[in-house]
């Protein structure tokens, strides 16, 4: 199972030495003792930055040319090299901070590569390693798109894992939403409505101490935190509408 396991992302920094990318080369480590393979799509991080990550063993694209801020395209191209790390049997997106879900990985995939499942939401069992904004506004989030939708997942953590069946509704996403917070969130809505196979397995996610301190007692991360539950809002119960949503064929 080890050369089917990848975990693919996207990232860009500004300095080498922040807290977040700290935290991403702590996820390659823990990756690399996991023997998962790891792609990034690098959008102009720092020249040290990418040659420390390309040293521990990731798999390094430079980002397609596209409008900065956008974070579809990048995030397409790491789920399409990942399907080829894999022979096409998997993919799946990670942010790459989130270091301690590599331990998770074996075990949210396996029934995707045993055929019983297509797509993986992984939920997490406790928001309280969060930032004080993240543990206000992403329950109210998954509150929102239970609501709308009818379906009960946890949206608002942002690991997915799938097959190519599922994988398709994520590489023909055309960002129609904005591209910045819907690429991963829209494509799993449309996955769920047209009744593809979904599992929610529970995960003792911890969030990193790093990104937590930094943001604490942010102002900028508080109003981004709110800018992303508008837009997905927004987007979510567009979708809904589109999808017909709820609809008893989705929740049974």
Not at 6 to 35: H, Q
Not at 96 to 118: N, Q, S, T, W
Not at 181 to 199: E, K, M
Request: hydrophobic residues 40%; contains cysteine; charged residues 25%.
């Amino acid at each position: 199972m080890k050369s089917e396991l990848v975990i693919t992302t996207s990232t860009f920094y500004s300095d080498a030495d922040c807290p977040r990318a700290r935290c991403a080369v702590k996820m390659i480590e823990n990756a690399n003792e996991l023997g998962i393979s790891i792609v990034i799509v690098e959008g102009g991080s720092p020249k040290e930055f990418r040659e420390e990550i390309s040293d521990l063993g990731a798999i390094v694209l430079d980002e397609v040319p596209h409008a900065r801020g956008v974070m579809g395209p990048g995030r397409r191209q790491a789920i399409a090299k990942g399907f080829e790390v894999t022979g096409g049997k998997i993919s799946g997106y990670v942010e790459i901070e989130k270091y301690c879900m590599p331990m998770f990985v074996e075990e949210l995939v396996r029934p995707i590569l045993l055929g019983k499942v297509d797509i993986c939401v992984p939920r997490r069992l406790s928001l309280e390693t969060y930032p004080t904004a993240q543990r206000y506004a992403e329950p109210l989030g998954n509150l929102h798109f239970l609501q709308a939708t009818g379906l009960d997942f946890d949206m608002w953590f942002g690991p997915r894992f799938f097959n190519q069946t599922a994988g398709k509704y994520f590489l023909e996403y055309d960002d129609e939403y904005g591209g910045s917070w819907d690429p991963t969130h829209i494509p799993t809505l449309r996955c769920a409505a047209a009744g593809l196979r979904v599992a929610t397995p529970m995960v003792p996610y911890v969030h990193p101490q790093e990104q937590t301190d930094e943001e604490e007692n942010s102002a900028v991360f508080t109003f981004k935190r709110a800018a992303q539950l508008s837009n997905l809002m927004a987007a979510t119960e567009k979708e809904a509408k589109r999808l017909g949503l709820p609809r008893a064929a989705v929740l049974t």
